[in-house]
Structure formats: structure tokens, C-alpha cells
T-cell receptor, first 114, second 113 residues
Framework: DTAVSQTPKYLVTQMGNDKSIKCEQN?????MYWYKQDSKKFLKIMFS???????INETVPNRFSPKSPDKAHLNLHINSLELGDSAVYFC?????????????FGPGTRLLVL | AQSVTQPDIHITVSEGASLELRCNYS??????LFWYVQSPGQGLQLLLK??????LVQGIKGFEAEFKRSQSSFNLRKPSVHWSDAAEYFC???????????FGTGTRLLVSP
């Protein structure tokens, strides 16, 4: 059983399109995150949600909109895709909020914008 | 703001040899420190973490790390590397009261026969 799952695994699309990435965790965790990994493998947090409430929004363009329908799901919608959005997007979850909590990562969604 | 430095971009180690990956952090208080591993095309898996107490932390797959406050370091070690250890290794710091992890730039480990 996959603890943190993401769909799709690969996403190839044209500039200007709108796309969504879905994330689900079956760990019963209260907190979920989105991270972006760029072409140089650098990982940076984008958003975090705790009990469906947005906690962290790290100066991400407003073309990116996270949505948390319930504690187990955190989706990422991206409008008007740009070339620079090409990256690997990781979803993660943790039991609670707090810097010491272990975060469990999904397998990633590889987004390529052409 | 906290930051993490992994000074080695690539490291090549012979199979069976020992390994040490360096990590230095910048943070005012006692940090929460983590090591994650990313195999090609995969997500990140936690190897070990440090909160407080014993400064030598044991993790999975035979890895350990030592927290040295005086050097602001949290280096990862393994006494004998296996070919399956070839991957990208990330050091990260978590801040008290906040949820985000700040990652280093990663070190790619290559294992030669």
C-alpha cells in the first residue's frame, strides 16, 4: 500500500495550458506539502496545509493554486503553464505541524512544459 | 533564516569502502536535522533524523550521522558502501514551530566496482 501517492507520474503539456496534479496520503496525517525540485535537483517548499488550512505559501506565483478537499488529499492546480514550470513536483505529508516532524514523500510528478 | 550546505556535488566511492557525506547548517537554535535519499526516478526516503540527545544517530540501511554543534555539521556515514547505495542524498533542517524543511543542494553518490 502506497503511503503517499501522486497522479499523474508524468505530465507533458504545452505552454499556456492548465493542469492539475493530485496527491493522496493514507497515513492519517494532518499536514501535507508541495515541494518543487528543479533541474539541478534543488528542492524547495511551495505550500503546506494543516487540517485543510493553508499554512505556508512560499512566494509561489498565483498561477499555482493548492486545494485540500480533505485531510488526505492535497491537489495542485497550475494555470497558464510556463516553460520554467518544468520540474518534478513532490507531495509529502507529516503527522503534525512542526519542524521536527518526519515528512513522507510521494514518488513525484515529472512535469514537462513544451 | 536557516540554510543547509552540502559542499560535495558528486562523490565516487568504491564498493566496500567507507563513505562520509558532509552537511553544514545555519540555524540559531538547536535544529531538527534530517538525511533523505533519492534513488533515480524515485521520491525521497528518510534515512535518519536528529532532534536532541545522543549526537550519534543510527538510521536505516546501515547509515549513521553525527551532530556536531561546534561545527554546525551533521555528516552522514556508512562503513561499507554497496552498489545499491548509489543515489542522491539530501540533508535538510527543520525549524522549531514551522513545518517546512529546508534542503541542501544534494550530493550524488556514485559507487564504482
Amino acid at each position: 500500500d502506497t503511503a503517499v501517492s501522486q497522479t499523474p507520474k508524468y505530465l507533458v503539456t504545452q505552454m499556456g495550458n492548465d493542469k492539475s496534479i493530485k496527491c493522496e496520503q493514507n497515513l492519517g496525517h494532518d499536514t501535507m506539502y508541495w515541494y518543487k525540485q528543479d533541474s539541478k535537483k534543488f528542492l524547495k517548499i511551495m505550500f503546506s496545509y494543516n487540517n485543510k488550512e493553508l499554512i505556508i505559501n512560499e512566494t509561489v506565483p498565483n498561477r499555482f493554486s493548492p486545494k485540500s478537499p480533505d485531510k488526505a488529499h492535497l491537489n495542485l492546480h497550475i494555470n497558464s503553464l510556463e516553460l520554467g514550470d518544468s520540474a518534478v513536483y513532490f507531495c509529502a505529508s507529516s503527522q503534525d505541524r512542526g519542524g521536527g516532524e518526519t515528512q513522507y514523500f510521494g514518488p513525484g510528478t515529472r512535469l514537462l512544459v513544451l | 533564516a536557516q540554510s543547509v550546505t552540502q559542499p560535495d556535488i558528486h562523490i565516487t566511492v568504491s564498493e566496500g569502502a567507507s563513505l562520509e557525506l558532509r552537511c553544514n547548517y545555519s540555524y540559531g537554535a538547536t535544529p531538527y536535522l534530517f538525511w533523505y535519499v533519492q534513488s533515480p526516478g524515485q521520491g525521497l526516503q528518510l534515512l535518519l533524523k536528529y532532534f536532541s540527545g545522543d549526537t550519534l544517530v543510527q538510521g536505516i540501511k546501515g547509515f549513521e550521522a553525527e551532530f556536531k554543534r561546534s561545527q554546525s555539521s551533521f555528516n552522514l556515514r556508512k562503513p561499507s558502501v554497496h552498489w545499491s547505495d548509489a543515489a542522491e542524498y539530501f540533508c535538510a533542517v527543520g525549524e522549531t514551530g514551522f513545518q517546512k524543511l529546508v534542503f541542501g543542494t544534494g550530493t550524488r553518490l556514485l559507487v564504482s566496482p
